[in-house]
Structures are given as C-alpha cells and as structure tokens.
C-alpha cells in the first residue's frame, strides 16, 4: 500500500480550488435516500493494493471534479441494505406500493421508469450501463430470467421490461435540472460516479476527508478517498469512493453506518472499458406484441388520480400539507433534519384504527420506538441510515441522524 497523504481537511483555510470542488464532496447525509436515495454493490475481491504516487485529499477531489470522461461501457453490482424487516415479504410489498403510488401500479406501465428504478433502494442487483456522452446512455438491470432496459439517445427515452413485454416511450424527455441529459429519473444514482457526487456536495466544516491507500476495482488502479462526519448522532460512519488513478472516475462507493456492521451502500464497477460503445447500445425498436405506453398517456392518467384525490381529501376535510413543498431544515451538513407537518396534523393509526389492516400496523410497530420528551410523545421509525420521528399531534422528524438527535430537534422545535 502506497503511504499517500492523509492529512483531513475542513471548512478552514480551504484554498479556493478546494471550494470550487466541494460541490462534488458530502454527506449522503439526508440523502433520503431516497433518498435516495438508492445505492450500488458487495464488497469487490481485491487482487492486491497498487503501489501509486502520493496525492492529497485537496488534489484527488480535484481529479474528480477535472474528470470529464463522457465514453464507457461496464457491469455494475448494487447493494443496499437499510435494515427493514422482512415479515415475509411485507415490507418490500409495502414499499413497492408506495413507489407505485398506492394503487399497485394498475394504471402505469410496468416499464415506467420512475417506478422501475426504485427498486435499487433494496437488495442486490446487476447492471450493465454505458454511455456516450451527454445524449446516449444505457441502464440494463439483469435478473435470473429477466430484463429491464432504459435507453436515452437524442431526444428519445425507451425503457422495456422484459417480464412484461411493457415499453415505455418518452420524446423530448430525460433532462437534468442543470441542462444535462440523464436517462435515469432525478434523483435515482445508477453508477458509483453519481453516488459519489451525491456524497459529495457540501463538507465544508461538517467532514473529514482524507486519502486512506490504494486499491485494484475492475481490474483499474485507484486511490481511496475517505469521508468522515465530524458531527455527533450521524447515523454514517464514514463514506469512502476509490477513484480512478488515471481518469478521475469513481469506480466504487461504499457508505458504512455508525451502528457497524455491512455496509448500508455498496456499489461498485466490475468491469469496465473507457472506450466508445457500440452504436447499437443506444438504439431500440419494441418487440412484436408489446404493449407500448406513451409517458404524455401516463402523466395524463396520473393527473387525473390526483384530482380525484384532492376532491376526497376535499370532502373528508383532510387539510392539506402545511408549507407544502417546503420543509423546515434544522441543522446542517450530515445532521440536517427536515421538519413537516402531516395533513390535517394526523398521526399513526392506532391498535383501534379499523380502517388500518392488522399487518400495516404490525409493520409499523416492527420498525417504531415509542419515545416522550417536551415535545409530547410519538415513535421514531429507524433504518440503518435514515430514521423518522412523528409525533402524536402530527409533526414529523426526517434525516440520517440518532433517535436522540431527533428527539432533540423535537424539544427544540
């Protein structure tokens, strides 16, 4: 193992090069990770730690934020593990209903691939991705028997879910908020490079990072790059992203929490070629007999459900969200909480809630602690990373942080 420098750098002194990087550098923090969240890969076998030059933490997040390679083609494993409970099956069930907006997804494509990709915010998956600069890319998430491919060339987006025989087709579609094209929904990191630059946005005061040796990933050399909170009550204990000796590229990332054990995140290349992929990689044609929806088709029924909605909460008067679209933020960096309200100030369905099925509440129970302060009483919902406090007047406590960190915010507020 290389000795390269690991010397922690924070919000003070930092050169302007440095905070002209941080954008790219933190905490996975309220990463709601969703966010998220989501996350990529076992642990990958070593075949040794190369011997390098030494670097800084200052000049490999730099050589991150330099990379410009646009051109690669590979196979990706994700990994993540919150630590819901099973109960059979349940909470997958329960979780997949929720992404599918409560109704099962009976009137979306199956191929929809905001609904889609939410499923790589649990288990084990396989991907195989590639990309051609800003207007060609490919995602193929691989299964025992199955497929499901999304495709973005030009102003073209196809995905097609092989179980189903279902495509989904959008024109004009696949815009990230800053003009860059993506075929993945906002939000929905697919490669380690993605995770990392989600990890790493604001470590200003807030983060140790320091270089910790080398390592082989894909048969690539690479630097290690580690991230610490400096905060007490995060629920991360460190993030740390082997980058590219050569190209800056991350190849893998793996967000490790505070409680120990596997890691909650761990996503990382297999293989991986820095060259021009085929032009077929980015070309699709639906298969005979598959049923096509056409995301206007779709967006149009969606709208329909929701006002269908609002006219029930209207007539139940069920309120609305208070500040809707605009959660309070305590805190900040890798102990940010976001603060909101339920609707109509609602809280948890109880023992004698009849409109509430016994394995629902059962459910919750598995996952809630019930705790008391000056804030009243509620339960806070714990994962590995993100855990939820909701009180019994309605108020609701959001972010990677301890049961106790929550339960203070709450005092406070």
Known sequence: MAPNDSAETNGTAARPGRRKAARYIVPVAVAGVAAATIGLVPALASSGDPDLPKITAQELIEKIAASDTEQFSGTVKISTDLGIPSMGGMADSFLSGAAKGGDGGKDASSADPQAKLTELASGTHTLRVAADGPDKQRLSVLDDTSEYSLIHNGDQVWAYDSASNAVYHAEGRGKAPHGKEQAAPEGVPTTPKALAEEALKAADGTTSVTVDGTARVAGRDAYRLVLKPEQKGSTVESVTVAVDAENGVPLKFTLRPSSGGKAVVDAGFTSVDFGKPAASSF????????????????????????????????QGDLGTFEGEGAPKIIGK???????????????????????????????????GDKVTGKFGSGTVFKTRLINALMTDDGRVYVGAVTKDALVAAANAG
Request: charged share 35%; aromatic share 6%; hydrophobic share 35%.
């Open 333 to 367: 960096g890798w102990n940010s909480i976001a603060e909101f309200r339920t609707p109509g100030g609602a809280a948890l369905p109880s023992e004698a809630s009849k409109d509430v099925p016994a394995e629902a509440r059962q459910f919750l129970d598995a996952l």
């Open 283 to 314: 070309t699709f044609t639906p298969p005979k007999g598959a049923k096509v929806t056409e995301a206007d088709d779709a967006k149009a029924k969606g709208h329909e459900k929701e006002a269908r909605k609002a006219a029930e909460r209207a």
